[in-house]
C-alpha cells in the first residue's frame, strides 16, 4: 500500500486551462454502465470508434462540476484490464493516453469512474483494483443499489471507500437515486492512497475480502433466496431449451420484426410523403433544367432514400435494447449457438443476420454485439446475403414473368430465393472461418444477468444513438451515392431522336386543328385511350374506336406523352450509364443479359432496388412501377428484333443473379467502416459478385 | 494458472485432457501429484462444487476467471447440457452471486470439486454455503 498525493480531480488543472476534463467510465457487462452514461450525459453524446479498432466508445458531456464541462468516455464493458480481448486493449490504451476514440486528442483522463454492481461485489472489486492500480483519480460507483437492497444486500459504502482508499458513491442509474451527487464527488476524486496486490490470485483474494467487509449485511431469508433462485432456473431452462427454447426464441423474433415492419411502415410513408411534397415544391419552385433535375432527383431522392430506413433502424435497436434489458438476449445467444456453430458463427450473429432481412445496414451495425473480432467479420461479410427488402420488388417481377397467373409458384419462388440467400451467406461464413478468419471458434461463455424489467429511457436514447450515427455516418454515403447515379443517369444531356420532334410536330397540328385527331393518332402510331390521357389508361378496343370521339387536345396530350416516353428511353439509351451498359453488355450475355438488361444492373449497383424503376425508364420512358400495366410493359417487353427482354433463363438467371449479388453501395461503406477497413468491402463485393455471376450463369445454363 | 489445492478428489480416473492440455495446468495437490477433480459437465443439477482447475486455452481460462469462476469459487449447478449454466458464489454470500452460461465443451474442461465450501478465492477458509 502506498500513499499518494493528494491532489483532487478538480485543482489538477491550472486556472487558465480550459479543456474540458475527461472522466472515463470503466466497468463489467452488465453493471449498468450504458444507463449511468445516459444519466450523465443525458442527449449531449456521440458514438465514435477507437482508431483501427471495431471497438465503439460513446463520448459524451456532463456538467455540474467546479471547472465546468466534464468530458465522459463511456469506455467497452470488460471483466478485467488485463484480457488478451480487444475491449480490454483499449481500455488499457484509453486509461494510459495512448489510445482515444477517433477525433479526440489521446490523453490520460483526469479521472476514472469503476462502475460496480451491487449485487455481484467480488467479481467488480477486481476490475476496481486493476483501474485503482493506475494511479488515477478514482471515484467507484455502485450501482443497482435497488436491486441490492430489494434481495437484502447492504453495501457499507465507509468500509468499502476505506479499503479501496477512494470516493465511494451508492446509487441506482435506473431509478437516478444518487446521480446528482456523482458531479460534486468526482471533482474531489483524489488518486487512490492504497494500492491493491498485482498478483492474480492475491487480487483476487483482495476483492473477496473486501466485499465481505463492505457487505454489511443480508435481510433476505434462505426461503427467499431459493424462491428467487427457483424461478430464475425456471425461467434459463425454458429460455435455452433446445426446442422450448428454440420455440420461444422464434416467437419473441417473429413479433419483434412483425413489429418493426408493421410499425415502420406508418413513419417510413411519412416520410416519403414529405420527401415527395418536396419533390414536388422544387418543381414549382425552380425552372426546368439541371438544377431542378439536380434537386429534385439527386439531393431530395438521395435524402430520401437515407431517412426511409431511419424508422426501421431507430426501431430495431429499440427493441432490442429493451430485450437485451430483460436478459433474455443473452440465454437467447445460447439457442442460436447451437445452429450456427457448425458454420463458424456464434450465436450472438442470429440477430444481426435476422436484422439483415430488412436491411443489411441495421444488420451489420447490430454485429457490433460480437464479441470475437473474426466471428464478428464473417457475420459483417455474410449479413447483406440475407434478403433486404430491397430485392422484393425484382423478386416480384421476376416471379412474374416465371410463373405467371400462379401465386403458389411465385411463394415457392419467394422462399427459395430467401432461402437462396440464407445458405449462400452461412456457407460463405464457413468459408471465411476456414481461410482468411481462420481460427478455432471460441466457445460461448456469457454472463447471464439477472432477469429485470426494461429500462424505457435506455431503450430510447440507444435507438436516437443509433439513428443518429446512421444518419451522419451512412446516410452522407447514400446521399453522395444517389447524387452520383443521378448524374450518370443523366448525362450528357442529348438532342430528342428525330421521332420525338415528329411526334412533337404533329401535336402542335393537331392543337391546332390542322389535323383530324384520329388521323393524328394514326400518323404518331398511339392507340387511343379511355381515361385521363395517362399511359396508364385503357386501351379503347378496335370495334369500339367510333364510339368515342377523341378531341384534339387529347390526342395531342396523348402524343405528347409518347415523344416524352421515347426521349426518356433515348436519353437513358445514350447517358453514361446507358453507354456503360452497351459496353459491360459482352461480360453479361453469358448470363443472358442484353444492353438494356445490362443498364438495369448496373443501375442497381448502388442499390439494388432501382432495377424495376430503371427498366421501366428503359422499357417504357416512366420511371414510376406503381402501375400494374407499367410492370407488364416491362416483364413483355421485347427488343428492337422482336425477341423478349424477358425470357424464362434470364429471369431465373436475374433472379438468382439478385439473391446473391452485392448492390448496396451504402452496405460497402458501412462494412469499410465497421470492419476497420476498405479491404473487407472490397472483399465483400468481390466474393458476392462472384458467387452472383457463377449462380446466374448456372442458373441460365441449366433453364436455357 | 497451476494451483495447489488440497481438496480430497470424488472422482478417482485422472483427467481426460492432461495429455493434451494446453498450458500443463492440471493440478496438482500439495505432494505435487496430479488431483483428480471432476468434470463440471458430469455434475448434476442442484450439485455445489468448488473449482480446482480449468483445462482450457489461456484467453478461455483468464475470461472464465475474470467472469468469477476462480479456483476454489464455490458454484451451483442450475443446468447441465448445452449450454451449462451455473452460479458462481462468492464470499460475500447472500445474493451477491453471478450466473455464467458456457458451453458444454467449456464445462467439460472446468475441473471441480463436489461438495464444496465457499471461502475467498484462492484461500483454504472455510464457510458453509447452501
Known amino acids: 500500500m502506498s500513499q499518494a498525493p493528494s491532489v483532487s480531480m478538480g485543482e489538477r488543472r491550472s486556472a487558465e486551462d480550459t479543456t474540458p476534463r475527461r472522466v472515463a467510465l470503466v466497468g463489467n457487462p452488465n453493471t449498468g454502465k450504458t444507463s449511468l452514461f445516459n444519466r450523465l450525459t443525458g442527449l449531449r453524446h456521440k458514438t465514435s470508434n477507437f482508431p483501427g479498432t471495431t471497438q465503439e466508445c460513446r463520448v459524451g458531456f456532463m456538467g455540474g462540476g467546479s471547472r465546468g464541462t466534464i468530458e465522459v468516455l463511456d469506455l467497452p464493458g470488460v471483466y478485467s484490464l488485463e484480457l488478451a480481448q480487444g475491449e480490454s486493449e483499449v481500455c488499457r490504451g484509453a486509461l494510459a493516453g495512448t489510445l482515444a476514440p477517433a477525433g479526440a486528442p489521446a490523453r490520460a483522463p483526469d479521472a476514472v469512474i469503476v462502475v460496480i454492481d451491487a449485487t455481484t461485489l467480488a467479481r467488480n472489486l477486481l476490475l476496481a483494483g486493476e483501474a485503482l492500480r493506475r494511479r488515477l483519480p478514482t471515484l467507484i460507483v455502485v450501482n443497482m443499489i435497488d436491486i441490492a437492497r430489494r434481495r437484502g444486500v447492504h453495501i457499507d459504502a465507509g468500509a468499502l471507500g476505506e479499503g479501496l482508499g477512494c470516493e465511494v458513491l451508492l446509487v441506482s442509474a435506473r431509478t437516478g437515486q444518487g446521480i446528482d451527487n456523482i458531479a460534486g464527488v468526482l471533482d474531489r476524486a483524489v488518486v487512490p492512497n492504497r494500492t491493491p496486490p498485482g498478483d492474480q490470485g492475491e487480487i483476487e483474494r483482495w476483492a473477496e475480502s473486501l466485499a465481505a467487509k463492505a457487505t454489511a449485511r443480508t435481510t433476505e431469508t434462505e426461503q427467499d433466496r431459493a424462491d428467487r433462485r427457483a424461478r430464475t432456473d425456471r425461467m434459463d431452462h425454458a429460455f435455452t431449451h433446445p426446442v422450448l427454447g428454440a420455440l420461444v426464441f422464434l416467437g419473441v423474433m417473429a413479433g419483434l420484426f412483425w413489429g418493426i415492419f408493421s410499425l415502420a411502415t406508418y413513419p417510413m410513408a411519412w416520410i416519403e410523403w414529405i420527401f415527395a411534397e418536396l419533390g414536388g415544391l422544387v418543381q414549382r419552385v425552380l425552372p426546368a433544367g439541371i438544377l431542378f433535375d439536380f434537386l429534385s432527383q439527386g439531393v431530395v431522392v438521395g435524402i430520401g432514400a437515407t431517412v426511409v430506413f431511419l424508422p426501421q433502424i431507430c426501431l430495431l435497436f429499440f427493441v432490442i435494447s429493451l430485450l437485451e434489458d430483460t436478459g433474455y438476449l443473452a440465454r437467447a445467444a445460447f439457442v442460436m449457438d447451437r445452429l450456427l456453430r457448425p458454420f463458424g458463427l456464434p450465436g450472438h450473429s442470429f440477430v444481426p443476420l435476422l436484422s439483415s432481412h430488412a436491411c443489411a445496414l441495421p444488420g451489420i451495425m447490430a454485429c457490433r454485439a460480437i464479441p470475437d473480432r473474426r466471428e464478428r467479420l464473417a457475420t459483417i461479410l455474410v449479413a447483406p446475403f440475407m434478403t433486404c427488402s430491397a430485392r422484393i420488388p425484382v423478386y416480384a417481377l421476376m416471379a412474374g414473368i416465371l410463373f405467371p397467373g400462379s401465386p403458389g409458384r411465385q411463394a415457392a419462388a419467394f422462399i427459395g430465393c430467401y432461402a437462396l440467400g440464407i445458405v449462400a451467406g452461412v456457407l460463405s461464413a464457413l468459408v471465411a472461418r476456414r481461410t482468411i478468419l481462420k481460427g478455432a471458434s471460441r466457445p460461448m461463455a456469457l454472463e447471464l444477468p439477472a432477469y429485470r424489467w426494461p429500462n424505457l429511457r435506455t431503450a430510447l436514447i440507444t435507438s436516437y444513438d443509433r439513428g443518429r450515427s446512421f444518419i451522419a455516418n451512412a446516410g452522407t454515403n447514400i446521399l453522395l451515392i444517389c447524387i452520383v447515379l443521378w448524374w450518370l443517369g443523366a448525362f450528357p444531356h442529348v438532342k430528342p431522336p428525330a421521332r420525338v420532334e415528329e411526334l412533337r410536330g404533329v401535336a402542335a397540328q393537331v392543337e391546332a386543328g390542322s389535323i383530324e385527331p384520329k388521323v393524328a393518332l394514326e400518323r404518331a402510331g398511339v392507340e387511343a385511350k379511355v381515361g385521363d390521357g395517362s399511359t396508364g389508361g385503357t386501351p379503347v378496343p378496335r370495334d369500339q374506336e367510333g364510339a368515342r370521339e377523341i378531341d384534339g387536345p387529347a390526342a395531342a396530350s396523348m402524343i405528347l406523352e409518347r415523344a416524352d416516353e421515347l426521349e426518356a428511353i433515348d436519353a437513358k439509351s445514350r447517358s453514361f450509364i446507358g453507354r456503360l451498359g452497351r459496353l459491360a453488355e459482352p461480360v453479361f450475355r453469358p448470363i443472358g443479359y442484353d444492353w438494356q438488361l445490362s443498364i438495369g444492373v448496373l443501375s442497381s449497383f448502388a442499390a439494388r432496388e432501382v432495377f424495376v424503376s430503371t427498366m421501366a425508364v428503359v422499357v417504357t420512358g416512366h420511371e414510376t412501377t406503381d402501375d400494374e400495366k407499367i410492370l407488364s410493359a416491362v416483364s413483355h417487353a421485347s427488343r428492337t428484333d422482336g425477341t423478349p427482354i424477358f425470357t424464362v433463363p434470364t429471369a431465373w438467371s436475374i433472379l438468382v443473379f439478385y439473391v446473391l449479388a452485392m448492390q448496396c453501395l451504402p452496405t460497402l461503406a458501412l462494412t469499410a467502416r465497421e470492419a476497420g477497413g476498405v479491404r473487407w468491402a472490397v472483399l465483400q463485393f468481390a466474393w458476392m459478385s462472384v458467387l452472383a455471376y457463377l449462380g446466374a450463369w448456372i442458373a441460365f445454363t441449366i433453364t436455357s | ?130
Open chain 2, 1 to 130: 494458472m497451476s494451483t495447489a489445492v488440497e481438496s480430497q478428489p470424488l472422482n478417482a480416473e485422472p483427467c481426460e485432457f492432461r495429455d493434451q492440455c494446453p498450458r500443463e495446468c492440471c493440478p496438482t495437490d500439495t505432494k505435487g501429484q496430479p488431483v483428480t477433480g471432476r468434470r463440471l459437465s458430469d455434475l448434476r443439477p442442484g450439485d455445489l462444487a468448488s473449482v480446482c482447475e480449468t483445462c482450457l486455452d489461456a484467453d478461455d481460462a483468464n475470461l472464465l476467471r475474470a467472469m468469477g469462476l476462480r479456483p476454489n469459487a464455490t458454484l451451483r449447478v442450475c443446468r447441465l447440457g448445452d449450454p451449462c449454466i451455473i452460479e458462481v458464489h462468492t464470499a460475500a454470500g447472500g445474493g451477491c452471486s453471478c450466473r455464467i452460461g458456457m458451453a458444454r465443451e467449456l464445462a467439460s474442461r472446468v475441473m471441480v470439486v463436489v461438495g464444496a465450501t465457499a471461502g475467498p478465492a484462492g484461500t483454504s477458509d472455510t464457510k458453509p454455503v447452501v
